[in-house]
């Protein structure tokens, strides 16, 4: 604990014990392209507990939607479907024989498709995005039509079976045939070409080098579509390039020392990446030597402590880049074009843009939850004590699904654990050292999912359930059926909205002093007034909202995945929409918060002060005072780049522009016109203060900062040291 005067305590925590998945899968919603990159690319990363998170590239890589897996789930595999004009669609494969094909508005498995074979181990997207392939542990190839459409998943045929694991897979130019590599260390080709008569039959067979303790494995296959050739990776640490044409080996390397897991390339195949159990990302140049074109080995970096499982990359104008992950928990994303060199970036193991932790001021009580457990701590007064909090109840749910959202009543006595298909609710009853845990029946509830909840007080609740309804629930009723309804205005849905239905759904829900807010992921900003239950339009933002929060001013404070802030006065008419505040600094954030890489993740008001604000990040802290204003900056204003070229940068020359319909443009105009009309002869009358504003990046990595009590906040710390890992792969050290 750390005492910052004028009676204000940070608690800084380290002892909740929150560890996300391993990292298993990673795809990329479209492929690599010489043209600008679309508004709505993103990034679909699997995990070993069953979660799949939704990344946007832009603005820093901003995640902006988690699909919580469940009970004796993982994602062992993903694809993406794009189709221009039809929304996309996103598979899984984990551990079974079903294909999983997801609804991104609900979280929800929209189909799950037997493939009627064995233990699927492999998939991969046909280049046309007609069909999916699936490799079997007993030898089969299953290929599934998806042209029908959202949700339609279709049997077309079983290519000849063979007796060995399908461990990777990849389709060839025009999906005329299919590569896969196999457990018995052999790649097998099968013509895939309609009305050839050896359509389903194997047409080449090539093996690999074999181990002298064990079978070989070939984890890795990659088409070169460029040079026509195949590239594999195998248990040995071989790289081989082999000609698809005369099913020959060409060139081989062995430049691993254990497994390659994963292989990637650029867009014009001059570039190959590989990695696997020895941590390593090897890079291969495609290299005129005079007589031939060769593949030689270039470079290799170290980015990763731990098995590197999975890697994928993405080329477009402008921007390049190759993103990996593995047993190490966290994402790092490096150039292809200057990988050798090049700067790259590791993501916190916990990115908190979808936080797992609440506090209780009354209480004194931390609560966290994480897959179907539920843990609360009690947490101290006495600022000397070593060990000043204790875990007083340990709840373990036993539904399948993982838990969404959790809420605590004001007195801290009733607490609520949502999941995307039920509600449950529970009395806490302090004893002793410990919290006795009673659950209460509500029928409403156990039938209704819930993906967001906010106490108004000891009793009422406003939640939002899984199809996007806002209720306002009083469990002190005695008919459990009687909730009330709050309709939201409507919000026109954008480009990428259309494309990427979770968009329009609600991605921030907070209460306070008699206001609910609510934003939606295309920037639209609703207020409910708790005494009518009428909600009306705030504005309709044309950013990505990653962090609000109601204030005691009677606010609320929104920031946007540029890290930009705006404050939005709740009791108003529309012409008196901004608060003084951010007329006077919207354009005087000091140059330390306007260059932070990490975005917002987290707001909180101080309830000493009712004009100051809390932001936080992964690892900074920053503090606004709002009764004072911010120094002028005499910088000038920097264009919109991507900062270290390891983000698409947001400049519209770079981004997919032309086809963006009239809808972006209007709400983009609309908000323009609604800043630049309210700032107009403003002048402010406050005294600007260098102390008006405060940062520090103390503390890292944070999972959650808020208010424990009036005078005392509390900052929650997951270190990468204090994540157990298993070993990994040791390599010679140097000497020198």
């Given at each position: 604990?750390?005492?910052?005067?004028?009676?204000?305590?940070?608690?800084?925590?380290?002892?909740?014990?929150?560890?996300?998945?391993?990292?298993?899968?990673?795809?990329?919603?479209?492929?690599?392209?010489?043209?600008?990159?679309?508004?709505?690319?993103?990034?679909?990363?699997?995990?070993?507990?069953?979660?799949?998170?939704?990344?946007?590239?832009?603005?820093?890589?901003?995640?902006?939607?988690?699909?919580?897996?469940?009970?004796?789930?993982?994602?062992e595999?993903?694809?993406?479907?794009?189709?221009?004009?039809?929304?996309?669609?996103?598979?899984?494969?984990?551990?079974?024989?079903?294909?999983?094909?997801?609804?991104?508005?609900?979280?929800?498995?929209?189909?799950?498709?037997?493939?009627?074979?064995?233990?699927?181990?492999?998939?991969?997207?046909?280049?046309?995005?007609?069909?999916?392939?699936?490799?079997?542990?007993?030898?089969?190839?299953?290929?599934?039509?998806?042209?029908?459409?959202?949700?339609?998943?279709?049997?077309?045929?079983?290519?000849?079976?063979?007796?060995?694991?399908?461990?990777?897979?990849?389709?060839?130019?025009?999906?005329?045939?299919?590569?896969?590599?196999?457990?018995?260390?052999?790649?097998?080709?099968?013509?895939?070409?309609?009305?050839?008569?050896?359509?389903?039959?194997?047409?080449?067979?090539?093996?690999?080098?074999?181990?002298?303790?064990?079978?070989?494995?070939?984890?890795?296959?990659?088409?070169?579509?460029?040079q026509n050739?195949?590239?594999?990776?195998?248990?040995?640490?071989?790289?081989?390039?082999?000609?698809?044409?005369?099913?020959?080996?060409?060139q081989?390397?062995?430049?691993?020392?254990?497994?390659?897991?994963?292989?990637?390339?650029?867009?014009?195949?001059?570039?190959?990446?590989?990695?696997?159990?020895?941590?390593?990302?090897?890079?291969?140049?495609?290299?005129?030597?005079?007589?031939?074109?060769?593949?030689i080995?270039?470079?290799?970096?170290?980015?990763?402590?731990?098995?590197?499982?999975?890697?994928?990359?993405?080329?477009?104008?402008?921007?390049?880049?190759?993103?990996?992950g593995?047993?190490?928990?966290?994402?790092?994303?490096?150039?292809?074009?200057?990988?050798?060199?090049?700067?790259?970036?590791?993501?916190?193991?916990?990115?908190?843009?979808?936080?797992?932790?609440?506090?209780?001021?009354?209480?004194?009580?931390?609560?966290?939850?994480?897959?179907?457990?539920?843990?609360?701590?009690?947490?101290?007064?006495?600022?000397?004590?070593v060990?000043?909090?204790?875990?007083?109840?340990?709840?373990?749910?036993?539904?399948?699904?993982?838990?969404?959202?959790?809420?605590?009543?004001?007195?801290?006595?009733?607490l609520?654990?949502?999941r995307?298909?039920?509600?449950?609710?529970?009395?806490?009853?302090?004893?002793?050292?410990?919290?006795?845990?009673?659950?209460?029946?509500?029928?409403?509830?156990?039938?209704?999912?819930?993906?967001?909840?906010?106490?108004?007080?000891?009793?009422?609740?406003?939640?939002?359930?899984?199809?996007?309804?806002?209720?306002?629930?009083?469990?002190?009723?005695?008919?459990?059926?009687?909730?009330?309804?709050?309709?939201?205005?409507?919000?026109?849905?954008?480009?990428?909205?259309?494309?990427?239905?979770?968009?329009?759904?609600?991605n921030?829900?907070?209460?306070h002093?008699?206001?609910?807010?609510?934003?939606?992921?295309?920037?639209?900003?609703?207020?409910?007034?708790?005494?009518?239950?009428?909600s009306?339009?705030?504005?309709?933002?044309?950013?990505?909202?990653?962090?609000?929060?109601?204030?005691?001013?009677?606010?609320?404070?929104?920031?946007?995945?540029?890290?930009?802030?705006y404050?939005?006065?709740?009791?108003?008419?529309?012409?008196?929409?901004?608060?003084?505040?951010?007329?006077?600094?919207?354009?005087?954030?000091?140059?330390?918060?306007?260059?932070?890489?990490g975005?917002?993740?987290?707001?909180?008001?101080?309830?000493?002060?009712?004009?100051?604000?809390?932001?936080?990040g992964?690892?900074?802290?920053?503090?606004?005072?709002?009764?004072?204003?911010?120094?002028?900056?005499?910088?000038?204003?920097?264009?919109?780049?991507?900062?270290?070229?390891?983000?698409?940068?947001?400049?519209?020359s770079?981004?997919?522009?032309?086809?963006?319909?009239?809808?972006?443009?209007?709400?983009?105009?609309?908000?323009?016109?609604?800043?630049?009309?309210?700032?107009?002869?403003?002048v402010?009358?406050?005294?600007?203060?260098?102390?008006?504003?405060?940062?520090t990046?103390?503390?890292?990595?944070?999972?959650?900062?808020?208010?424990?009590?009036?005078?005392?906040?509390?900052?929650?710390?997951?270190?990468?040291?204090?994540?157990?890992?298993?070993?990994?792969?040791?390599l010679?050290?140097?000497?020198?």
């Open positions: 604990m750390i005492e910052t005067g004028k009676k204000q305590v940070v608690h800084r925590s380290r002892f909740v014990k929150l560890t996300p998945g391993n990292i298993t899968a990673l795809a990329f919603s479209h492929p690599s392209t010489d043209k600008v990159a679309p508004a709505e690319l993103r990034l679909a990363v699997g995990r070993s507990n069953g979660d799949i998170e939704i990344w946007n590239p832009r603005d820093d890589w901003v995640q902006e939607n988690v699909i919580l897996g469940g009970e004796g789930r993982s994602i595999g993903l694809a993406w479907c794009s189709v221009a004009g039809e929304p996309l669609r996103l598979f899984s494969i984990g551990g079974s024989t079903v294909v999983t094909e997801w609804d991104l508005t609900t979280g929800l498995p929209l189909v799950n498709y037997d493939c009627n074979s064995g233990v699927i181990w492999s998939i991969a997207m046909s280049n046309d995005m007609t069909k999916l392939a699936v490799g079997c542990d007993n030898g089969s190839v299953v290929l599934i039509n998806i042209s029908g459409g959202k949700g339609v998943l279709e049997h077309e045929s079983i290519l000849t079976r063979q007796e060995s694991r399908i461990l990777s897979l990849t389709w060839t130019a025009n999906d005329e045939s299919l590569v896969a590599g196999c457990s018995d260390g052999r790649i097998r080709i099968w013509c895939t070409k309609a009305e050839d008569p050896n359509k389903g039959r194997v047409l080449h067979t090539m093996k690999v080098d074999k181990s002298k303790k064990e079978s070989t494995l070939v984890w890795s296959v990659l088409y070169l579509a460029k050739q195949i590239v594999s990776g195998d248990s040995t640490g071989c790289i081989k390039f082999w000609d698809l044409n005369y099913a020959t080996l060409t081989s390397f062995k430049v691993h020392d254990a497994d390659v897991l994963c292989l990637a390339t650029d867009l014009n195949n001059t570039h190959l990446f590989t990695s696997g159990v020895d941590r390593k990302i090897f890079q291969f140049s495609y290299i005129d030597t005079g007589k031939t074109m060769k593949w080995s270039t470079s290799n970096r170290l980015f990763h402590s731990n098995d590197v499982r999975s890697m994928c990359s993405y080329q477009c104008k402008g921007s390049d880049f190759l993103v990996s593995g047993i190490e928990k966290s994402l790092v994303m490096c150039s292809m074009s200057s990988f050798a060199d090049g700067n790259y970036r590791k993501m916190p193991v916990v990115t908190p843009f979808h936080k797992n932790i609440i506090v209780n001021k009354q209480q004194r009580l931390l609560i966290m939850w994480q897959d179907n457990i539920v843990r609360i701590w009690y947490v101290g007064e006495d600022v000397n004590e060990k000043n909090y204790k875990l007083v109840s340990k709840l373990v749910l036993k539904d399948e699904q993982h838990i969404q959202t959790c809420a605590l009543s004001t007195d801290g006595q009733v609520l654990v949502g995307l298909s039920t509600t449950k609710v529970f009395h806490l009853q302090p004893s002793e050292s410990k919290l006795n845990v009673t659950k209460l029946d509500n029928e409403f509830l156990l039938r209704t999912g819930c993906k967001f909840a906010k106490f108004i007080d000891d009793s009422k609740f406003i939640m939002c359930s899984q199809n996007d309804e806002i209720i306002r629930v009083d469990l002190e009723e005695d008919d459990d059926e009687k909730v009330v309804t709050i309709e939201l205005p409507e919000s026109p849905a954008t480009k990428s909205s259309s494309k990427l239905t979770y968009l329009n759904t609600v921030h829900l907070d209460v002093g008699g206001y609910a807010v609510v934003s939606r992921g295309t920037g639209a900003l609703d207020a409910i007034d708790l005494e009518t239950n009428v009306k339009v705030l504005i309709r933002m044309n950013n990505f909202i990653t962090a609000l929060c109601i204030t005691p001013r009677t606010t609320v404070v929104v920031v946007t995945s540029e890290n930009k802030i404050e939005f006065n709740l009791n108003s008419e529309k012409d008196q929409l901004l608060t003084e505040w951010f007329k006077a600094n919207h354009e005087n954030l000091p140059q330390q918060f306007n260059t932070l890489k975005r917002c993740t987290g707001v909180f008001s101080d309830e000493l002060n009712k004009d100051k604000v809390w932001f936080w992964t690892d900074w802290l920053v503090n606004i005072d709002m009764s004072l204003d911010l120094p002028v900056s005499k910088r000038k204003k920097q264009k919109k780049r991507g900062r270290d070229g390891l983000t698409i940068s947001t400049d519209p770079q981004i997919d522009g032309e086809e963006e319909d009239e809808e972006d443009e209007e709400l983009e105009v609309k908000e323009d016109y609604l800043l630049k009309t309210q700032k107009a002869q403003y402010s009358s406050k005294k600007r203060s260098d102390k008006a504003f405060f940062y990046d103390r503390y890292r990595p944070m999972l959650f900062a808020g208010k424990i009590a009036d005078d005392e906040i509390i900052i929650v710390e997951r270190p990468n040291f204090l994540i157990s890992q298993q070993p990994a792969f040791e010679e050290k140097l000497v020198f």
